[in-house]
């Protein structure tokens, strides 16, 4: 088993930034790790994953060049800089890890209970 826990969501005007963290722990041997958010009425959509080492990260195409993701495996977590925030950002941000490097939700084995993220214009 591993248990994930986010943190750092909150309210953010347009423009601005936020770090979300995701914590790791129990079975905490290398996973690739992934970002998802959800909004209302909607299905998990994939943001961001990272590799084990961290040499290899893909984003959705709304997020390219504005949000980062990175990992710590000394300290089992993974980040989400998000910069230049927009109002569609909006939504339930989800980590999740996986035994395979995949975009896939269905793919993600253990999940966070979330943090929200919302974006004022």
């Known amino acids: 088993q591993v248990q994930l826990v986010e943190s750092g969501g909150g309210l953010a005007q347009a423009g601005g930034s936020l770090r979300l963290s995701c914590a790791a722990s129990?079975?905490?041997?290398?996973?690739?790790m992934g970002w998802f958010r959800q909004t209302p009425g909607q299905e998990r959509k994939f943001v961001a994953v990272?590799?084990?080492?961290?040499?290899?990260?893909q984003y959705t195409d709304s997020v390219k060049g504005r949000f980062t993701i990175s990992r710590d495996n000394a300290k089992n977590a993974v980040y989400l800089q998000m910069n230049s925030l927009k109002p569609e950002d909006t939504a339930v941000y989800y980590c999740?890890?996986?035994?395979?490097?995949?975009?896939?939700?269905?793919?993600?084995?253990?999940w966070g209970m979330g943090t929200q993220v919302t974006v004022s214009s």
């Open positions: 999740a890890v996986a035994n395979g490097y995949t975009v896939l939700p269905g793919a993600y084995d253990y």
């Open positions: 990272i590799d084990w080492n961290g040499g290899r990260t």
């Open positions: 129990g079975r905490t041997f290398i996973y690739v």
